[in-house]
């Protein structure tokens, strides 16, 4: 399904909350309870209790929700859930949690593999996190692939470590001593520490 926009942005309401009580509905035949939202990011991971009255059969998905609320644009989402396969894959344990087994949802598609990719992404970002706490000032790091900084045109795939600032990281790039940089989380999770 594609963007849907109003021409304002949300005011009086969280995107999550709009999400909440327009995906939670009953009609004769199904009924729909969102019931948890978690917002990363500009996406909005839902865990949605689907009931199917007509044959008693209920379960839980996870709804994915990208969103956008500001006053160029006004207030848009696009829906997707985890049967489509979405890249969206920081969905939090809490929503993860509340999921029903793949094998009870009656369509499951893509969701299988999803899952899966929630699960590496969680693993590299604590890789990402892990190996951002344990530079030492000198340290040079290379990555897999280089780093590209847009305002100063600068690309390099190897750093030198400087310090932390309030628990971040902070680089150079070799070949730029004097341009100061941070990386993410992603990008640290592919790097090596040269010896």
């Not at 990208?66 to 894959?89: A, H, Q, S």
């Not at 920081?90 to 369509?107: F, Y």
Request: net charge positive; with cysteine.
């Amino acid at each position: 399904m594609g963007w849907l926009f109003q021409n304002d942005m949300l005011r009086s309401q969280t995107p999550a909350e709009y999400i909440t009580q327009h995906f939670s509905s009953e009609t004769d035949t199904h009924k729909a309870i969102v019931l948890a939202t978690a917002t990363v990011h500009g996406t909005i991971y839902t865990a949605i209790r689907n009931e199917i009255k007509t044959s008693s059969v209920a379960y839980v998905f996870c709804g994915v929700f990208l969103f956008k609320n500001n006053k160029r644009d006004g207030f848009g989402y696009k829906d997707i859930d985890e049967t489509m396969g979405p890249c969206e894959v920081d969905c939090p344990d809490r929503i993860m949690r509340l999921l029903s087994p793949v094998e009870d949802i009656p369509s499951p598609g893509y969701a299988a593999q999803w899952r899966a990719e929630v699960a590496a992404a969680k693993l590299r970002h604590a890789k990402a996190r892990k190996q951002a706490k344990s530079f030492s000032p000198g340290d040079t790091i290379r990555l897999s692939h280089p780093a590209h900084f847009r305002k100063s045109g600068i690309a390099a795939d190897t750093f030198k470590f400087i310090e932390y600032r309030k628990s971040t990281p902070i680089f150079h790039p070799v070949s730029y001593p004097h341009f100061l940089c941070r990386l993410t989380r992603a990008t640290l999770a592919t790097a090596s520490i040269q010896t």
